[in-house]
């Protein structure tokens, strides 16, 4: 089964997703085993609820297992954009010195900081 409309945002795709398997959000929730918070979130595209992307990303992973979506990529490279979207998700770069070109990009967590 695949997500319909590709075109509207990942929350948007999850909820209509939902409605059309005709499951109520603590339906959802209680079929992956994850707090219907979780689920609001991701629909309504609240990413900071989540302590880290690793978390957003479980849950994301056990509702397309439970669509029976096969190729998860696409959905997690969307919430990978808009996680980095999000105003309190900084890109943090982080060097060996305070002169160091070679920089790399970290992704930190405010509530982990």
Same mark, same amino acid.
């Given at each position: 089964?695949?997500?319909?409309?590709?075109?509207?945002?990942?929350?948007?795709?999850? %909820?209509?997703? %939902?409605?059309?398997?005709?499951?109520?959000?603590?339906?959802?929730?209680?079929?992956? !085993?994850?707090?219907?918070?979780?689920?609001?979130?991701?629909?309504?595209?609240? !990413?900071?609820?989540?302590?880290?992307?690793?978390?957003?990303?479980?849950? /994301? %992973?056990?509702?397309?297992?439970?669509?029976?979506? %096969?190729?998860?990529? +696409?959905? /997690?490279?969307?919430?990978?954009?808009?996680?980095?979207?999000?105003?309190?998700?900084?890109? /943090?770069?982080?060097?060996?010195?305070?002169?160091? +070109?070679?920089?790399?990009?970290?992704?930190?967590?405010?509530?982990?900081?």
């Amino acid at each position: 089964m695949e997500l319909i409309s590709p075109q509207s945002n990942l929350g948007q795709r999850l %909820r209509e997703q %939902r409605e059309m398997t005709g499951l109520s959000v603590e339906d959802l929730a209680r079929e992956i !085993h994850a707090a219907p918070r979780y689920i609001r979130a991701l629909e309504e595209g609240q !990413h900071p609820i989540f302590s880290a992307k690793v978390y957003a990303q479980g849950v /994301l %992973r056990q509702i397309l297992r439970l669509f029976e979506i %096969r190729d998860p990529q +696409p959905y /997690l490279t969307a919430l990978d954009q808009e996680w980095l979207a999000q105003p309190n998700m900084p890109d /943090l770069r982080i060097a060996a010195n305070d002169n160091d +070109p070679q920089a790399f990009p970290v992704s930190l967590n405010p509530r982990r900081l």
